[in-house]
């Protein structure tokens, strides 16, 4: 071997702003500003790596410095050409921030600037990873650059410019470099494969690049790695799947199918195949994800874009559109977070074969992610005021069909439907006899889709319930406390909820603000909806005062003993809720818009989270 190897993305580094894949806008700008001698003396070039930043840079040095420069096509064979492609430049030089970051550094810099060029038009200073700089490094660079001496530029390049220093980057012509697109990489890939005579499939390439996620040294690199497999069959995808670790097509496709099933034993069995052939448990749930993410696309996007996001052929965005037809968006979408989770678990465990099968298990029970008209029902349950996790129909009908089961002579082994066996429901909503329960089920069973429910309008009897349900959803201790203890309900409905304020000060504060925002989002959660209209005034002559429904209130009013709903036991515990530095909140709120008697009875009346709790208990006020 008579001449020391050089890596491909080396020997094909751009020598022209021609030559530069993609970053048209940029060629561009740099071309006209050489034409119109528009020279800066400092810019900033930023982007993903191995986009062209700098390879750019240097280009542009070139142009600057040629002979026959300033020119948008250096000659490449004068003296100064050559140095700069051989990196032995004297007036262009090369600086890394993150070997060179401290302010001795940029002091060093600052004392070589004053020197004029030694036989070039320009002194050039390329420094990389310019974020790297210390903040003392980059305070000393701001004087000079901003008014560098004569023929000094200087080009900085980064690929985090937000850690940049907003001073810096006020003083320099800012150039951002994109991405470059899958079939440019793929363009220029092939190109270099037929230049260096490397045998590789079009497929592959799409692989290479799509791996790439937009950089060109990467393609590049992985395209000088994948070159040495050459031989006599073509370099194919199943080849640099097996050499970068990742799973191939049809594997993900039998794992998926076993999760998409619902069958966690062969699931687990599939996956034993491929942890067994040598795959990291990390790489196994992101190649996973990846292709959920596929499916995902097949499910909601155009096949004219499909083959372009997914970089699937014909035949695998087939098998992707088959896979799909029983799924729905938000299943595919839960599949995904629970991979994004798990990958989290795996990089930080010592034992990630056991959070592997773990991951594989709970995503093959994809049973528990219930369809999307379920979903629904639920949240009706929930804005009814029952349960929501518990199917009213399912549990009569089973109790039905076990009392039916039991023998007349053995009426003692019967359950009974009382009411402590009957499932909660809120008193407000009634509940259906078992022909209704059985028609109901069989509607939410045959519905492919069934709309949003609507929300009910409230009522005279139930304004109360309603009255606690939205204590409950307002997030805030002390707006929540400030409601309980100052407010009353006059109107809560899905068209209009209107509150009244005992007192003219804490009016103020709900009347506008984060307060008024929480009373807004509370009522959009009770009713399903946003946007809702709440009303907060003043109290008039004939306003009805209403206390939130409690247990106690239920235990005196009410003849059978009933257990309280979940609504009623967080309602109980609002009280409890409050810490000291929340009713210190309230109190500067107070103090701050008036300081006079009224105030003062106001700031008496915050007690302690006891007292306020024995209050609430006895129904009970302070008296001076």
Request: aromatic fraction near 4%; charge should be negative.
């Amino acid at each position: 071997m008579n001449e020391k190897y050089i890596p491909l993305y080396r020997k094909y580094r751009p020598q022209k702003l021609e030559e530069v894949v993609g970053q048209e806008h940029i060629k561009k700008a740099l071309k006209n500003a050489i034409e119109l001698d528009k020279i800066s003396h400092a810019y900033l070039f930023t982007g993903p790596r191995g986009t062209g930043k700098t390879s750019t840079a240097r280009i542009f040095a070139k142009s600057l410095n040629c002979k026959e420069g300033p020119t948008i096509t250096p000659c490449g064979v004068c003296e100064n050409c050559i140095d700069i492609t051989n990196s032995t430049p004297m007036d262009v030089i090369e600086i890394d921030a993150a070997s060179n970051r401290k302010v001795e550094d940029a002091q060093n810099i600052l004392e070589k600037v004053m020197y004029a060029p030694v036989n070039s038009r320009y002194k050039i200073y390329i420094i990389d990873e310019v974020h790297m700089l210390s903040t003392t490094a980059f305070n000393a660079l701001l004087k000079t650059l901003e008014e560098p001496p004569k023929n000094v530029i200087f080009i900085l390049a980064t690929t985090e410019v937000h850690k940049v220093l907003d001073t810096i980057k006020s003083r320099c012509q800012r150039f951002d470099f994109k991405r470059i697109t899958t079939d440019d990489i793929v363009k220029h890939l092939r190109y270099i494969a037929d230049s260096e005579k490397i045998n590789i499939t079009d497929d592959a390439l799409f692989t290479i690049a799509k791996n790439s996620a937009g950089g060109m040294r990467d393609s590049i690199a992985l395209l000088d790695q994948l070159s040495v497999l050459d031989g006599k069959e073509a370099i194919s995808t199943e080849d640099i799947n097996n050499l970068l670790g990742r799973l191939s097509f049809d594997t993900l496709h039998r794992l998926t199918e076993h999760i998409v099933s619902s069958s966690p034993q062969n699931a687990i069995e599939e996956l034993e195949k491929i942890y067994n052939s040598g795959n990291e448990p990390v790489q196994i749930l992101t190649n996973l994800m990846d292709y959920l993410k596929n499916l995902l696309i097949v499910k909601n996007c155009r096949k004219e874009i499909i083959f372009e996001l997914t970089q699937a052929n014909d035949a695998q965005v087939s098998s992707l559109a088959s896979q799909v037809e029983n799924l729905e968006t938000h299943q595919i979408i839960s599949l995904i977070d629970k991979c994004a989770e798990y990958i989290k678990e795996l990089k930080l465990t010592n034992n990630p074969r056991l959070w592997l099968e773990v991951a594989i298990i709970d995503l093959a029970n994809l049973t528990e992610n219930t369809k999307l008209a379920d979903l629904q029902n639920r949240l009706a349950s929930l804005e009814n005021g029952s349960t929501p996790t518990v199917n009213t129909f399912d549990i009569r009908k089973s109790m039905v069909k076990k009392v039916e089961k039991v023998p007349a002579n053995n009426v003692k082994s019967a359950p009974k439907l009382d009411a402590q066996n009957e499932p909660e429901v809120n008193p407000v909503t009634s509940i259906p006899q078992k022909e209704n329960a059985v028609q109901e089920e069989e509607k939410v069973n045959n519905a492919d889709f069934s709309p949003m429910p609507m929300a009910k309008h409230s009522t005279d009897n139930d304004i109360a319930t309603l009255w606690g349900q939205l204590l409950v959803s307002i997030h805030s201790a002390p707006t929540r406390a400030l409601l309980k203890q100052w407010a009353n309900p006059v109107k809560i409905s899905p068209e209009e909820t209107i509150l009244t304020m005992k007192n003219e000060i804490f009016l103020n504060q709900v009347q506008s603000g984060a307060k008024k925002q929480a009373i807004i989002d509370a009522v959009d959660s009770i009713f399903g909806q946003s946007g809702s209209n709440v009303v907060v005034r003043l109290p008039h002559a004939d306003d009805v005062q209403v206390k939130p429904v409690t247990v106690q209130q239920n235990i005196q009013h009410s003849a059978p003993v009933q257990k309280p709903s979940p609504v009623e036991k967080q309602v109980k515990a609002v009280d409890s809720e409050l810490s000291s530095d929340d009713v210190e909140e309230l109190k500067v709120e107070v103090e701050q818009p008036l300081k006079s008697s009224s105030a003062a009875k106001i700031e008496a009346s915050l007690h302690s989270d006891n007292v306020n709790m024995v209050m609430e208990l006895f129904d009970g006020k302070v008296i001076d």
